[in-house]
């Protein structure tokens, strides 16, 4: 894990950054040890969490806001006045912008209108997302969002939540349902009833881009009419039941309809270290190439207004805690912890580091885990970003403020995560 990690950072600008990297590590074994004494924590997680983080270490850019210097600064008296210094020395008082990503300017945006498919439990089995699970909190609650994105030229989906019968799955994913390892609050109305209750007829998809071929995410395909595309991953593993009997797709998954496989080798954008394609080629909407989740794995930034994105950051994280709190996440982002049971608060100013990592279990739902953390540290450098929010498929720290389709998401306001300035350690 360490070596993969390792050979994504960048090498230190100067001594000056060296520095700041070996002040940041003592910092953060001093910060972690202090939060978790006496709780289960994996050597694996500190060397997630101690190690310096392209976002903090490129030199270039230091995604910091100001605000949040006085909090991130090391609690051990000794440590605080070098950190400071280095601190006034090697911070330029910059903030983040999606210009220093890379991303080229444009006018043309996109509208994106989110669904909340379905509530879901995976039942003692939280460790099959993030890690360390705490006692007390072996049950996770989420949400399942799917995506509506209009161009003027396209309206397609970007995931599609649950089908409405989890039975019908390829039987290798209906024994989550059999066995109750997944608990849906039922019932619901699948994203093709949605659509059609709000409106939208269902020849009106284009496409559906599925950010991966997870079961919470690709609906029921059968349900479009042929016309709509589908658009995957090329590393998707596009084996169907019943021709391979533990496959997790099925014929109906993909037949009858024209499959468009996204090859990012052929990508020539990096935004924040992610291979980026411009899918309409004007700047409107870009798919990522976010590996590690799951093969073919894909998120994407879409351009809400000119200078504003929606990071539509499918599984590359299920909870906020383990994409904040970090120095580089300004403070008004969400940090509620609300998906799991009991637990006990943590101030955020003790802590300057994101509290969980994927999951690293043998039945962790992360296909690779390490690729999946390396792909994580690289969205969450957007979500440093006060011009982009990072909406992740199942973030339940949003689940009861996103304004939900038809209102139009752009950037919530806020005032509406006012009250945040604690976090369940979990
Ligand atoms: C999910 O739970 C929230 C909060 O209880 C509720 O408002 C919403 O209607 C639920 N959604 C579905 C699809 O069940
Ligand atoms: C697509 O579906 C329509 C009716 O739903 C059918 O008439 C047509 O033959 C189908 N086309 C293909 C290529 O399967
Ligand atoms: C797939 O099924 C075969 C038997 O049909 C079994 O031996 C194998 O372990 C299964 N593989 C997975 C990944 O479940
Ligand atoms: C990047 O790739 C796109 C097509 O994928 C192409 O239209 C464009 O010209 C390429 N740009 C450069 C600078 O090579
Ligand atoms: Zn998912």
């Known amino acids: 894990m360490f070596v993969g990690l390792v050979s994504e950072l960048p090498r230190p600008a100067s001594a000056l950054h060296l520095l700041f990297f070996l002040l940041t590590v003592w910092d953060c074994l001093f910060t972690v040890s202090a939060e978790f004494v006496g709780e289960q924590f994996s050597a694996s997680h500190v060397l997630v969490h101690c190690i310096p983080r392209p976002e903090i270490s490129t030199g270039h850019s230091i995604y910091l806001n100001k605000a949040r210097l006085a909090s991130v600064r090391p609690h051990q008296p000794s440590m605080r006045l070098l950190s400071s210094l280095s601190f006034l020395l090697v911070v330029r008082e910059t903030y983040a912008s999606w210009l220093d990503f890379g991303i080229p300017p444009s006018s043309e945006t996109v509208d994106v209108r989110v669904f909340n498919v379905a509530n879901g439990t995976v039942v003692n089995a939280a460790n099959t997302l993030i890690s360390p699970i705490l006692p007390g909190r072996e049950s996770i609650a989420v949400p399942i969002f ?5 161009h003027k030229r396209s309206r397609f989906m970007f995931d599609l939540g649950f089908r409405t019968d989890p039975l019908n799955f390829a039987p290798s994913v209906a024994s989550l349902f059999t066995t109750g390892v997944i608990q849906l609050e039922e019932p619901f109305k699948g994203i093709t009833e949605l659509l059609q209750d709000g409106g939208i007829p269902l020849d009106s998809i284009d496409a559906v881009i599925w950010s991966h071929s997870h079961f919470d995410h690709i609906g029921d395909m059968s349900k479009f009419p042929n016309t709509t595309e589908l658009i995957i991953g090329s590393e998707t593993d596009t084996q169907t039941f019943p021709d391979f009997p533990n496959a997790t797709l099925q014929t109906s998954d993909l037949a009858g309809r024209q499959v468009t496989k996204i090859d990012f080798a052929a990508a020539n954008l990096t935004f924040s270290g992610l291979k980026a394609i411009d899918y309409f080629g004007d700047g409107s909407f870009y798919l990522l190439n976010t590996p590690g989740h799951l093969p073919g794995h894909m998120t994407a930034l879409a351009r809400v207004t000119p200078t504003s994105f929606i990071g539509l950051g499918g599984d590359t994280f299920h909870h906020v805690g383990e994409a904040r709190p970090r120095p580089s996440v300004s403070e008004e982002l969400p940090l509620s912890c609300a998906s799991f049971r009991g637990g006990k608060d943590v101030h955020i100013d003790r802590l300057f580091l994101q509290l969980l990592a994927v999951s690293d279990q043998p039945n962790s739902f992360y296909a ?17 970003d006060p011009d982009i929010w990072v909406l992740v498929a199942h ?19 806020s005032e509406q995560f006012e009250g945040e300035d604690s976090v369940e350690l979990c």
């Open 146 to 150: 799917a995506f509506l994105v209009e």
């Open 368 to 384: 690779d885990p390490v690729t999946s953390q390396v792909s994580l540290e690289k969205i969450a450098t957007f979500d440093a």
């Open 395 to 413: 973030d339940m720290s949003l689940r009861d403020v996103i304004p939900y389709y038809p209102a139009y998401s752009e950037r919530l306001e």
